[in-house]
């Protein structure tokens, strides 16, 4: 495991918080300087979720949080849940489930392949079980006929959907600025927009929220958000700041689609790394980083714009891309 650490979790964080037992550490922000930004006329920060825990980390820890706590409220001791070879949820779910003492079982889409990837053996090497569909069944996943062959099969589970994305992974991710001091535009790569509809629901009407979809023709999740929003508000759970904040989805960095990659992207984040020693995934924060500084060079944002990146994690998917 030890590569885990030296890749995800580089830092000695000093500030600590507490979930439950566990210990996470307070996200760090970081400035970045750079002569683009400078130029630019503002001033640009990472929130780094990527450091509160070596292994539960990043957005998709935000997104389980009140999954966990439903699923103990619940009495339910085993977890189930969907996602791709090289899933950030499964990887986290796999590690939470242990960290928090559920059984957890995963459901993988496509057939095995062995030797078992990184993702994967970590998930096994934490208790988790795996199970595989074929994709045609995979996408039944969110079917309540599937859901209830998967209870006659595995007795009773809680089922955390993929990804973590439903409302309760929202609500944690109201809480991904509570640390955080205040900034006029705050950034995010987005899959489902899951993420992106926790943040917003804790910006006020002065901030602004901007969304990097890293899917091809990104524009679909502009009606997927809303009603998202919608929902949470008719589900009347908490949030920080219900006035409607002003958003945006930019839909031009996906680089060819979900987990596609070119020399250019490959490049960049070699380099921001190097300068910055901030490491980035490919399939999500380094797309939306490319795009802020990018727009950066385009003149997009106002001149002393105070602008935060959200480094949601997923650095264990690197594994797979090398
Ligand atoms: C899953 C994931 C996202 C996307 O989250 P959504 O809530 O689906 O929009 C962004 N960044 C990373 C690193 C992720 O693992």
Same mark, same amino acid.
């Given at each position: 495991m030890?590569v885990y650490q030296?890749l995800?979790?580089?830092?000695?964080?000093?500030?600590s918080?507490?979930?439950?037992?566990?210990?996470?550490y307070i996200?760090?922000?970081q400035? +970045?300087h750079?002569?683009i930004?400078?130029?630019a006329?503002v001033e640009? =920060?990472?929130?780094?979720?990527?450091?509160m825990?070596p $292994?539960?980390?990043g957005?998709? $820890?935000?997104?389980l949080k009140?999954?966990?706590l439903?699923?103990?409220?619940?009495n339910?001791?085993?977890l189930?849940?969907f996602?791709?070879?090289?899933?950030n949820h499964i990887?986290?779910t796999?590690?939470a489930?242990?960290?928090?003492?559920?059984?957890?079982?995963?459901?993988i889409?496509g057939e095995?392949?062995?030797?078992l990837?990184?993702?994967l053996?970590?998930? +096994?090497?934490q208790?988790?079980?795996?199970?595989?569909?074929?994709?045609?069944?995979y996408?039944?996943?969110?079917?309540?006929?599937?859901?209830?062959e998967?209870r006659?099969?595995y007795g009773?589970?809680f089922i955390i959907?993929?990804?973590?994305?439903?409302?309760n992974g929202?609500?944690?991710c109201?809480? +991904?600025?509570q640390q955080a001091?205040?900034?006029?535009v705050?950034?995010?790569?987005c899959?489902?927009g899951? #993420?992106?509809?926790?943040?917003?629901l804790?910006l #006020?009407q002065?901030?602004?929220g901007i969304?990097?979809?890293?899917?091809?023709?990104?524009?679909f999740l502009?009606p997927?958000i809303a #009603?998202l929003?919608?929902?949470?508000f008719a589900?009347n759970?908490?949030?920080?700041?219900?006035?409607a904040?002003s958003w945006?989805?930019?839909?031009?960095?996906?680089f060819?689609?979900?987990?596609?990659v070119n020399d250019?992207l490959?490049? =960049?984040?070699?380099?921001?790394q190097?300068n910055?020693?901030?490491p980035?995934?490919?399939v999500y924060?380094a797309k939306?980083?490319?795009?802020v500084m990018?727009?950066?060079?385009?003149?997009?944002f106002?001149?002393?714009?105070?602008?935060?990146? +959200?480094?949601?994690?997923g650095?264990?998917?690197?594994?797979g891309?090398?």
């Amino acid at each position: 495991m030890n590569v885990y650490q030296d890749l995800m979790f580089p830092m000695n964080a000093d500030k600590s918080v507490f979930e439950g037992n566990e210990k996470f550490y307070i996200p760090p922000t970081q400035q +970045i300087h750079s002569e683009i930004i400078e130029t630019a006329g503002v001033e640009m =920060f990472v929130l780094r979720l990527d450091l509160m825990h070596p $292994w539960v980390n990043g957005n998709k $820890w935000y997104k389980l949080k009140y999954n966990l706590l439903e699923a103990q409220e619940k009495n339910f001791s085993t977890l189930l849940t969907f996602g791709g070879a090289y899933s950030n949820h499964i990887f986290a779910t796999a590690a939470a489930g242990k960290l928090f003492g559920f059984q957890t079982i995963g459901v993988i889409r496509g057939e095995e392949t062995l030797p078992l990837n990184p993702t994967l053996s970590f998930a +096994i090497e934490q208790g988790m079980q795996l199970v595989y569909l074929n994709r045609a069944s995979y996408r039944q996943r969110n079917s309540t006929e599937l859901q209830a062959e998967l209870r006659e099969r595995y007795g009773e589970v809680f089922i955390i959907p993929e990804g973590g994305s439903n409302l309760n992974g929202v609500r944690g991710c109201t809480e +991904i600025l509570q640390q955080a001091e205040n900034f006029d535009v705050v950034c995010v790569a987005c899959g489902t927009g899951t #993420t992106f509809a926790g943040i917003l629901l804790s910006l #006020t009407q002065q901030q602004k929220g901007i969304a990097f979809p890293i899917l091809k023709n990104g524009s679909f999740l502009q009606p997927e958000i809303a #009603t998202l929003l919608q929902n949470y508000f008719a589900a009347n759970l908490p949030a920080p700041n219900k006035f409607a904040c002003s958003w945006e989805l930019i839909c031009d960095y996906h680089f060819g689609g979900y987990a596609k990659v070119n020399d250019e992207l490959l490049n =960049f984040t070699q380099q921001f790394q190097q300068n910055h020693s901030v490491p980035l995934d490919y399939v999500y924060t380094a797309k939306m980083f490319y795009g802020v500084m990018d727009l950066l060079q385009q003149g997009f944002f106002s001149k002393g714009d105070r602008i935060l990146l +959200i480094h949601t994690g997923g650095l264990q998917g690197n594994l797979g891309i090398q």
